[in-house]
């Protein structure tokens, strides 16, 4: 799958900073350092679209990029990223909280999960969180090339389990790897089918 035009539009300190348009939105977040910017690279086919950093928390914005002039992919800042003033943090969190429960044109939302560790308190309370919102969301298993296949099933298994004591019905998986490009094609077919309804 190609696309005939990615950009960046804009970027967003909160809420209202937004872009008013009715691009269907489709949006990515997660925990600090869990490859989203490499992900967001992998879906587009650019390698340098979102910039990718080994200082987690690098991304303070809500950054929008358009594709084919029909949809908007949306870089949320990651929840839990270090190196940044209390006060900060409080600000960036609650222009995430804002955009997630009240973003009208909002589709979707991706929630990535680091497939090589247990559980984390921090992606299931942000989870628990979501699921009190009204938007639809699926998980992105990322890093998969990193182990073997049995332990990501295994890991995923035990992370929806954790889930289950707060959401009785499961979310979308996915699985992703940027070595193999793994899960691009499925996780595209999902946006195209939510932006096209």
Not at 19 to 30: D, R, S, T, V
Not at 77 to 92: I, S
Not at 135 to 153: A, E, N, R, W, Y
Not at 163 to 177: N, Y
Request: charged share 25%.
């Amino acid at each position: 799958m190609k696309f005939k035009s990615v950009r960046f539009a804009l970027s967003a300190k909160n809420a209202a900073a937004c872009p008013e348009w009715e691009l269907p939105e489709i949006a990515l977040i997660g925990r600090s350092n869990v490859g989203k910017s490499t992900l967001i690279n992998l879906l587009t086919s650019k390698e340098s679209l979102a910039k990718v950093s080994a200082t987690p928390g690098k991304t303070q914005l809500l950054n929008f990029f358009v594709i084919d002039e029909q949809w908007a992919l949306v870089d949320l800042p990651g929840y839990g990223f270090a190196k940044v003033a209390k006060n900060q943090k409080v600000d960036f969190n609650e222009a995430v909280g804002d955009y997630l429960s009240g973003r009208e044109n909002l589709m979707t939302v991706f929630v990535l999960i680091d497939s090589r560790l247990p559980p984390q308190r921090i992606d299931l309370d942000f989870l628990h969180w979501l699921s009190g919102c009204s938007v639809p969301f699926s998980l992105i298993f990322t890093k998969t090339d990193k182990q073997s296949t049995g332990k990501t099933k295994a890991n995923i298994e035990t992370f929806l389990q954790e889930m289950d004591a707060f959401m009785p019905d499961r979310p979308g998986v996915f699985t992703s790897s940027t070595k193999d490009r793994e899960g691009r094609m499925e996780v595209l077919r999902y946006i195209r089918a939510k932006v096209e309804t």
